[in-house]
């Protein structure tokens, strides 16, 4: 008889908190309500600050469950962190934006809690499988989060392109998967690791492995499967955007950190310098065709695929110092997109969104708080001491040069000051320039005005005092990389 | 925590300017003399610093130390040296000057100014103070901002073309900087076992003269020769120049572009002695085709602003000049040069920007027989541009005195070359004097310019004071930093081990 496997929810927790609140936000959904639906953010927002709280309460211990498929360890724990933080901002944001274009609705919450739990499982998954499904949970929900706007027709374009890229990607990763089960004959991490240092050169592994690679590539949009990124990131509500840039983006590196610090070990000169050339194409593509952006969402596309080749630099890098580098970017760089999204999602023009740069033209003088949020924001982007940004770089760009990669660390700091060129261009609009048109800014509501503020004082304190965080960072990553 | 004097120093202006956050905007007159009394306690402060210094004493004073980022061996960790005494006292002496100027000149937006000036002098003073590699970088681009936000928001019809330049230009520099910082942090942890971007352990220290020791040299110099500007890193330097307003001007020239200089004392010599010295006939030829090159195209420049700006090249080719001399001599000239240039290039800036005030122009051709109209303008800009020619007397006298008496004893033709720097000063500065005060009022404009208000009295005689002061008995700001430089001097030759034209 097979013995049924252990059930051990308790390192599952805050997936579960998170799934609860999404399937109560579900039902809640269909009692008729006349205030709206704001009572359903304030779920899915309890729902996330749950998941928080059992994250960290569990902080330093090491569980492990399923016959080791899903394990919460700190490196785990601080992604739960990250990812519930930037999903509780985008829930606190979206609550004026979807009533403002009139798409408030239960699913949405729903949905961005059930992608937001498979971004959660996926920071624990320690076997493939469970790395797929994680995955798929993830994303399924993403595609129609994306799509939600379904009168504009850049939401439709936004959301079938992520599908269809995304299933591709998908397949991709399918493939490398069967091959590598092929070669391990396991999909668990372990096993796969005891087959790297068996044989590093086995065809079979390394084609699964470039595989896995090209899967995980797409969702963190590195180069060269970075071409999504730039239509989906246009065309999804604001609020969404935000989610992509920042929940699967930290969800998908906590996997991929995972595979290569648990899986890959034994073959990391290999992976090192494809990586190399990944991070250094991804920085230069990123912030080259930045430049050449006016849409405002699409040139954040642009910068959060640049921003994934510094974090590459620091995988690349390796080691404690490289891994927990990358683990501060993350935490800095979400703080401070979220904050930038947010207040995009402030700001309109005729009715619309406003998302052509043109549209923030002397926002400085009409909404001052908001300007300086903004440039905050995107000062910190450029990389501008003392602001999170900044910190994140320099820890990135040390480790990198402390490992002896000094020139992908050059490329990195002059792609760094490209990058300020068009970051500081919404800069000129915001400040130097006055308005030509009827743009407008809302005055952020409690929600909003909680979430901007919520993310300043994140950039601001990663930036002052960066070594309490850095330091959980590497508590974070020792466990890994033991 | 205890908060020492310099902290209070580096801090009070960005405190200041924080609180004057919750001024009101329609506040205007409160936001100017709030802002005014910030910039004046900070000076009051740094003349504490002054009076408590030891000028016989090479090693810093009124350190502090604070534990920042262990991990990593990064410490909030600042003190003055008798170099960096002056430019912090130079740096809150003009940063008041400033505010003062631009009290009607800047009428949009009052209260970001005043801020934004405060949150500038806050990273001015911190570049200058900071002995931690990671914490003067942190201040060398946190500065970088504010001048951006003044020449873009406040400045001239092509100011978003100038601010955008000049970050990215200084950027360029500073990220490569960047990389050299980590670089001598991993070879230092390497070598000695201590990770540290202590700049005293760093410097006790040297990089093994070669490749790595070059390359570290070559990206300081390039983040500092940008700023400085030498040749031909300096095109950032006029566009910065013309459009930005009068404040931001003065404090471009008066103390940013001291930063370069200051870079290459504090970084480039003591880190890198054999690069440096390797480098140095690079940097006299580049330092002398500035002198020579910025005081020609001074002398055809149409636009006053300009004039003074291209001639910022050359008075700041003087002080590199006399930093690569590497002797007493050269350096304590080169470090007069610096406050000095600060001072009557500021000063130039001032009167440039009282007639633009008035005409709302800075063409040379649209001026003339000013000393009729306005008197006391005309002797004040005439006192001024002597200074800043080196007439002896004045402070620009010694400090290019000191740079050629430097420069002769490394190489007579290096004096040689650099003295025609001076006459040209001389023919560019003087031609356009004469154009604009001399003569009959041309245009019929200027017939009624009113003269110096008091508080345009108030701004210039201070400045003019010290030009007459230094020219006259430079000792009291000679004095404290001779010991500070004499030990560099001997620190750079020891570490590079090779003869050296000294004493």
């Known amino acids: 008889m097979i013995p049924a496997p252990p059930v051990a929810l308790g390192a599952l927790a805050p997936v579960l908190i998170v799934v609860g609140a999404g399937l109560l936000v579900l039902l809640l959904d269909l009692v008729p309500a006349r205030g709206g639906k704001a009572h359903l953010a304030l779920v899915a927002l309890a729902g996330l600050v749950g998941a928080l709280l059992a994250a960290l309460v569990r902080w330093g211990g090491a569980g492990r469950a399923f016959r080791d498929m899903v394990v919460l360890d700190n490196h785990a724990l601080f992604f739960h962190v990250v990812i519930a933080y930037a999903a509780a901002l985008i829930v606190l944001l979206s609550l004026d934006y979807l009533r403002r274009v009139g798409a408030e609705s239960g699913e949405y919450y729903a949905l961005v809690l059930f992608s937001t739990s498979g971004m959660l499982l996926l920071t624990s998954a320690a076997d493939l499988l469970v790395v797929f499904l994680a995955i798929e949970l993830m994303s399924l929900s993403l595609y129609v989060l994306a799509g939600l706007f379904k009168w504009r027709h850049q939401a439709g374009e936004a959301s079938m392109k992520y599908f269809l890229l995304g299933v591709f990607a998908s397949a991709f990763l399918l493939y490398g998967i069967a091959l590598v089960y092929g070669a391990a004959g396991s999909t668990s991490f372990d096993r796969i690791a005891a087959a790297v240092a068996a044989g590093p050169r086995d065809p079979l592994l390394v084609i699964g492995l470039a595989l896995l690679l090209v899967g995980l590539g797409f969702k963190i949009s590195s180069v060269p499967f970075h071409m999504w990124a730039p239509d989906v990131y246009e065309g999804a509500p604001t609020s969404v955007t935000a989610l992509i840039a920042t929940g699967s983006k930290a969800a998908v590196f906590a996997a991929l950190i995972r595979l290569l610090a648990a899986a890959l070990r034994a073959a990391q000169a290999d992976w090192t310098a494809v990586l190399w050339v990944l991070a250094a194409a991804t920085m230069t593509v990123g912030n080259v065709v930045a430049i050449a952006q006016s849409n405002l969402k699409r040139m954040l596309a642009y910068s959060s695929i640049a921003h994934v080749g510094y974090m590459l630099v620091g995988l690349v890098a390796g080691g404690p110092a490289g891994t927990g580098a990358v683990l501060f970017y993350l935490l800095a760089y979400t703080f401070t997109t979220a904050g930038t999204f947010g207040v995009i999602t402030l700001c309109e023009r005729a009715g619309e969104e406003a998302v052509e740069v043109r549209d923030y033209a002397g926002l400085g003088r009409r909404h001052p708080l908001l300007a300086l949020a903004l440039g905050l924001f995107l000062l910190s982007l450029v990389g501008v001491p003392p602001l999170a940004g900044f910190v994140g770089k320099f820890y990135v760009f040390g480790s990198a040069v402390r490992a002896g990669f000094l020139w992908l660390t050059v490329i990195a700091v002059l792609n760094s000051a490209v990058a300020a060129y068009y970051y500081l261009r919404v800069i000129v609009y915001l400040y130097m320039r006055e308005a030509d048109g009827p743009s407008a800014a809302l005055a952020p509501s409690f929600a909003g005005g909680l979430a901007l503020v919520i993310a300043l004082v994140g950039i601001v304190l990663l930036g002052v005092m960066p070594a309490p965080f850095a330091d959980l960072a590497q508590a974070a990553v020792a466990p890994l990389l033991r | ?503």
Not at chain 2, 50 to 61: H, L, R
Not at chain 2, 225 to 254: M, N, R, Y
């Open chain 2, 1 to 503: 925590m205890r908060i020492g004097l310099l902290t209070a120093v580096t801090f009070l202006p960005a405190a200041g300017g924080l609180l004057l956050v919750l001024v009101p905007r329609e506040r205007e007159r409160a936001l100017r003399w709030g802002g005014l009394v910030v910039a004046l306690l900070a000076l009051a402060l740094s003349l504490g610093l002054y009076a408590g210094f030891d000028g016989s004493s090479a090693d810093y004073q009124f350190v502090e130390r604070a534990s920042w980022v262990p991990s990593l061996g990064i410490g909030y960790h600042v003190g003055v040296d008798g170099i960096s005494l002056l430019l912090v006292l130079l740096t809150t002496f003009l940063t008041p000057v400033a505010l003062a100027s631009a009290w009607s000149a800047v009428e949009d937006r009052a209260k970001e100014f005043v801020i934004t000036m405060l949150l500038l002098e806050t990273g001015m003073v911190g570049v200058f103070v900071s002995l931690d590699l990671f914490l003067f970088y942190v201040f060398w681009e946190a500065m970088l901002f504010p001048m951006y936000f003044i020449i873009g928001v406040w400045g001239g019809p092509n100011r978003i073309y100038a601010a955008v330049k000049f970050v990215l230009y200084t950027m360029v520099g500073s990220v490569l900087m960047l990389v050299a910082i980590l670089a001598l942090y991993v070879q230092h942890g390497a070598a000695t076992g201590t990770y540290t971007f202590d700049l005293p352990v760093l410097a006790r220290w040297v990089v093994p003269p070669g490749p790595a020791q070059t390359l570290m040299f070559l990206a300081f110099a390039l983040a500092f020769a940008i700023k400085v500007p030498l040749f031909p890193l300096h095109t950032w330097l006029p566009d910065a120049h013309v459009e930005a307003p009068t404040a931001g001007s003065v404090l471009l020239a008066g103390v940013l572009l001291k930063m370069g200089t200051y870079g290459f004392v504090r970084f480039c010599l003591p880190l890198f002695p054999h690069a440096s010295l390797a480098f140095a006939p690079l940097v006299f030829a580049l330092a002398l085709v500035g002198i020579v090159y910025g005081a020609w195209v001074s002398t055809v420049q149409p636009d006053l602003k300009k004039l003074v700006a291209y001639s910022s090249v050359s008075h700041l080719g003087f002080v590199m000049l006399g930093i690569f001399s590497l002797n007493v001599q050269g350096l304590v000239g080169g470090l007069i040069q610096m406050v000095n240039h600060g001072l009557s290039t500021g000063a130039l800036f001032l009167m440039v920007g009282m007639i633009y005030e008035r005409r709302h122009t800075r063409l040379i051709a649209d001026f003339g027989g000013l000393w009729a109209v306005m008197p006391a303008f005309s002797a004040v800009f005439l006192v001024v541009a002597l200074s800043s020619l080196g007439l002896p007397g004045l402070n620009g006298f010694v400090g290019e005195f000191l740079v050629l008496l430097g420069a002769f004893r490394v190489n007579p033709w290096l004096a040689a070359v650099a003295a025609t720097g001076i006459i040209f000063a001389a023919v560019y500065l003087l031609w356009m004097y004469q154009r604009v005060v001399f003569g009959e009022v041309a245009h019929e404009a200027n017939r009624r310019l009113p003269d110096l208000t008091p508080r345009e009295w108030a701004v210039v005689v201070p400045v003019v004071l010290f030009i007459v002061w230094i020219g006259v008995y430079p000792a009291p700001f000679t004095g404290p930093s001779e010991a500070t430089i004499e030990a560099l001097v001997v620190q750079v030759q020891s570490k590079a081990s090779v003869a050296l034209h000294v004493r």
